[in-house]
C-alpha cells in the first residue's frame, strides 16, 4: 500500500508559477511509474504528466507541455510536478498516482493503483 500526499497547490495569477510536490509514505515509489492528474469542476479527471521509476522518460499533455515539468526524487520517496506560464484553465483539482507498471507512461487514470486526495490550484485572469 502507497500512501500519497500532495501539497503545494494555491492561487496564482495567469502567468504565475506553483510547485506541486507529492510526498509518499508505505513503499518506496522506485516501484512505481508516477503521474499527475487533474480534475476542473464539472469535468472528468485528465491526464497531466507521468514519469517512469527511473525518472528518465517522462510524457505531458499536448495542453500543458512546455509550462509543466515532471520530476522524481527516489531517495525522497517525492514527485514534483513544476507549472509555469499558469493560465486559467489550469484551475483544478491536482491529484498525484501511482502506478504498479514502473515502466509505463500511462495517459489513462485506471492504469493508476493508488491516489493522493488532491491539492487545489486556482488561476486568476
Known amino acids: 500500500q502507497v500512501h500519497l500526499v500532495e501539497s503545494g497547490g494555491g492561487l496564482v495569477q495567469a502567468g504565475g508559477s506553483l510547485r506541486l510536490s507529492c510526498v509518499a509514505s508505505g513503499r518506496t515509489i522506485s516501484n512505481y511509474a508516477m503521474g499527475w492528474f487533474r480534475q476542473a469542476p464539472g469535468k472528468e479527471r485528465e491526464f497531466v504528466a507521468a514519469?517512469?521509476?527511473?525518472?528518465?522518460?517522462?510524457a505531458s499533455a499536448d495542453s500543458v507541455k512546455g509550462r509543466f515539468t515532471i520530476s522524481r526524487d527516489n531517495a525522497k520517496n517525492t514527485v514534483s510536478l513544476q507549472m509555469s506560464s499558469l493560465k486559467p484553465e489550469d484551475t483544478a483539482v491536482y491529484y498525484c498516482a501511482a502506478d504498479n507498471d514502473k515502466r509505463r507512461l500511462g495517459r489513462s487514470s485506471i492504469l493508476y493503483e493508488y491516489w493522493g486526495q488532491g491539492t487545489q490550484v486556482t488561476v486568476s485572469s
Open positions: 514519469i517512469t521509476w527511473s525518472g528518465l522518460t517522462t
